[in-house]
């Protein structure tokens, strides 16, 4: 690609960037086809009682995509953004069948093991995509763009798949709609997705953000906004792990059925990636700090009340409060990040960040889980509230201010302890 003719800019790349959103749409369906009916999948086809052993799956599939996501920041510069996409759809296409063809519980664990490394290459070559075409002025509506389409699917294929596991049962219709989502999503990477390191570069002449001395320990401790960053990222992806594998054991031991756990849980992803339409762009305006911590906080409030909850409406209506914090800090997350670090160590400073905040499934699980099975699963919700919280205090107190590249004033990097 002729550098002179590259331009940055998400109108002037409307038509790839538009592509990438809906590659991402498919990547997020990938993960609500398991989002409504995995737990129960596990009682009732393979027998598996403890709540530490359900949410096995969630563990297995948040190291994996931790570890993939932090190799993919570290491999994109070298084998390309593309090459790593496609890798990870050709990891996701087994896992269908796989599922649903499981001999035991084991098996489900593996495959999982396999969606998770699926997920990070295919999630996090698209946000550095997407990132790397807009330049600095639209990065927070690029994420909330992002974001939107990935977890508006993740909300629209578990409603689906709750409908469909609630008429004609658990299996096997719903993981057909997981294979056809892989197929469509190689197709559309194979046939018209195109590499964006040369957007890298061209960004590289004109960009003055002091490198970072070691990207994976400034990222994840040193440095005040990315460490901030980082924690709360890890956090909200703990509480999205306990929700994930506890919530529809709430909604079904309040003897819902298949289609309201489908809607409850739907809830939660919907409106956290439709508000990423709004908030992604708020992003790029108001004060990332301010949105990060009312969103942390927003999130753990709305946690604590769901086990002094049983009415269909109010889950309904809590379902929603969690989706609103959370879209108020998912494409914040990435557009802070993105704008405290230097182009050549973007990708991998996102993926030390996205390393770190999914590992918060894995420990969202066991947590949660250890929890549920020693204290019970009230208790267990209520421990991962207060965590939530406290997080927001950390962005609050600990978080120096970042000013957006519209407001014309320089940034100042503070990297003490």
Request: proline share 3%; with cysteine.
């Amino acid at each position: 690609m002729n550098r002179e003719k590259i331009r940055l800019g998400l109108k002037e790349n409307w038509r790839q960037f538009a592509l990438l959103v809906l590659v991402n749409a498919f990547v997020g369906g990938m993960v609500g086809m398991e989002r409504t009916i995995i737990p129960q999948f596990a009682e009732t086809t393979f027998g598996v009682g403890s709540k530490t052993a359900i949410l096995s799956f969630i563990t297995a599939f948040g190291l994996t995509k931790a570890l993939a996501n932090y190799y993919t920041g570290r491999l994109s510069n070298r084998f390309g953004r593309r090459n790593l996409l496609l890798f990870g759809w050709l990891l996701a296409l087994p896992v269908p069948f796989m599922l649903l063809f499981a001999p035991n519980w084991g098996f489900v664990i593996f495959t999982n093991v396999l969606l998770g490394i699926s997920q990070g290459f295919t999630w996090s070559s698209t946000v550095v995509m997407k990132i790397d075409l807009v330049g600095e002025q639209d990065r927070g509506l690029a994420m909330g763009l992002n974001e939107f389409a990935g977890y508006l699917a993740v909300g629209i294929v578990a409603f689906f798949t709750g409908y469909i596991a609630n008429t004609y049962g658990v299996i096997p219709y719903p993981f057909y709609l997981g294979s056809f989502i892989s197929i469509v999503g190689f197709a559309l990477t194979v046939l018209w997705v195109k590499d964006t390191r040369a957007f890298v570069r061209k960004e590289s002449m004109i960009d003055t953000t002091k490198p970072l001395d070691n990207v994976f320990l400034q990222t994840t401790l040193i440095d005040r906004v990315l460490s901030s960053v980082t924690q709360a990222g890890m956090v909200n992806n703990l509480n999205d792990g306990m929700i994930w594998g506890l919530l529809p054991m709430v909604l079904f031991s309040l003897h819902f059925d298949h289609a309201q756990i489908g809607v409850v849980t739907a809830t939660y992803p919907t409106v956290w990636g439709v508000g990423q339409l709004i908030t992604g762009k708020m992003s790029d305006h108001y004060s990332k700090k301010s949105m990060l911590f009312w969103g942390m906080l927003g999130q753990g409030l709305a946690i604590l009340c769901i086990p002094l909850s049983s009415d269909f409406y109010t889950l309904v209506a809590i379902s929603a409060l969690l989706g609103l914090g959370t879209a108020l800090v998912y494409p914040t997350f990435l557009a802070t990040i993105a704008q405290a670090t230097s182009p050549v160590q973007r990708a991998e400073s996102i993926g030390t960040f996205r390393l770190w905040r999914d590992l918060g499934y894995a420990f969202g699980a066991v947590i949660s889980g250890v929890t549920a099975d020693l204290f019970g699963i009230d208790y267990a919700i209520l421990l991962i509230g207060i965590i939530t919280i406290a997080s927001s205090m950390v962005v609050k107190f600990r978080m120096p201010e970042i000013i957006s590249p519209g407001k014309n004033i320089l940034q100042k990097r503070t990297v003490s302890v």
